[in-house]
Nanobody
């Protein structure tokens, strides 16, 4: 069973930056496609970004493209989400998730999820 733990969330002013980390652990863990999702108050969870298991392929939601960057360091079993030019609409709980097969935007294809980290952007 893969365990995922996110960190790096917090309170930041609009225009600021945060970097989220997601560390994976588990006896049989090996690099897998990873995704970042977020859920704002009163809204459904939505796709943010995804990265292939080697990191060569990335995908972003239109709302974050050009502002967020997903990357990974497989030697540390860690995936990152660099968030720049944050806006209040980015306020949400951010989750990382892992899946088998190719990377995807579809939440139901991810089988391991972290507990989430809160990001709050003030105006």
């Amino acid at each position: 069973q893969v365990q995922l733990v996110e960190s790096g969330g917090g309170l930041v002013q609009a225009g600021g930056s945060l970097r989220l980390s997601c560390v994976a652990s588990g006896g049989t863990f090996r690099p897998r496609p990873m995704g970042w999702f977020r859920q704002a108050p009163g809204k459904e969870r939505e796709f943010v970004a995804a990265i292939s298991w080697l990191g060569g392929t990335t995908d972003y939601a239109d709302s974050v493209k050009g502002r967020f960057t997903v990357s990974r360091d497989n030697t540390k079993n860690t995936v990152y989400l660099q968030m720049d030019s944050l806006i209040p609409e980015d306020t949400a709980v951010y989750y990382c998730a892992a899946k088998g097969g190719p990377s995807s935007r579809q939440q139901n294809q991810y089988d391991s999820w972290g507990q989430g980290t809160q990001v709050t952007v003030s105006s």
